[in-house]
């Protein structure tokens, strides 16, 4: 398989599945983080690796004898020379998305950790080609069967666990600074994607990537404080499932990697410590017995962007927007230029500029994203 973004908590997490199952890594694709990447080498011997920069290839231990690519164009090449046919795309922001077109141009299949393929760039991927390792995804995945065409249903529902100012004062919220945002009350997580948490941004990104996966404007979000609850789906015949599970990414990983190989699920049951008869859980059993579960609506007056849900729907192009311009308006948020409240205008304000533009290739989302970025950073200057 090829890991691009190992460096990242997916990344490190995929090779301690591949590791457990004893699954061969070809490459292994990091930006910046070259300590870890000899690490990895030593323990998983690639073919080859992908750094952001030239200057570092000296930094790579010298017992590592393989192929060396650089940059974005590396990506593109490496992806392009593999003999593996699955790519773990979990490369941060809109960097992942050609990847992922290259990929299944080049007839491979991509677990797909990176949001912003989809949300950017959903109408031209060939959805068959894409197996999610969102939690949210995977559990939706999981309880209808992982069919192409699964039993009718009438709703899907992936939850949210609210981020760092779910039980803030409503006057204390705007005003925080990235220094809060980032207290998550569940678990560590990279930063943007812990603020995206907090303005609920991240659950609109896995509403328009349920959208494109599963073919249905039929999705909603609720809190679910526990995290155990990852999705639920309601059938035709009013019966509602929900998938429980440890909030551990080692578990979708897992089955994206067995089925994006072509394993049978079984593969995956075997796994057995030298002490053991039965197999060993890929992640802990869940403790539900003494949790109390309770599930809320998602509140726009705390969470003023979960107000564009309809309109993302009614017009998922508008994801481009979405995402483009909250990466800037985070970036500033995290370098303490903006106040937490101003996220979420400056978003709204771009969405609203660009709510009529289109593309028809890729040529053209690249075009689009730039024109809104621009945008978005001349309004940050009048903040």
Known sequence: ????????????????IAKRFKLEVEILGVGNNISLLNQQILEHFPKAVIIAQEQDISKITPKFQGEIYIGKKGILQAIKNAKSKLVINALSGFLGLEPTLYAIECDKFVALANKESLVTGGEFIDISKIIPIDSEHFSLNYLLGFHSLPRPFRNLYITASGGAFRDMDLNAIPSQNAASALKHPNWQMGKKI???????????????EAYWLFGSKNIDAILERNSHIHA???FWDGSVVAHFASANMQLPIAYAICLGLGLPESFLYQFTDSNQSMPKPIVAQLNFQDKVYHLQPIEISRYPLWNLKTALLDNPKLGLALNAANEIAVEAFLQDSIPFGAIAPIVQDSMQTFKQSTFKNKEEIFALDKE????????LQSV
């Open 372 to 379: 809104i970025r621009d945008y978005t950073l001349r309004k």
């Open 1 to 16: 398989m090829i890991i691009l973004g190992s460096s990242g908590s997916i990344g490190v997490n995929a090779l301690e």
């Open 232 to 234: 639920l789906v309601e």
């Open 194 to 208: 812990t603020i995206d948490s907090a303005t609920m941004v991240n659950k609109l990104f896995e509403i328009l």
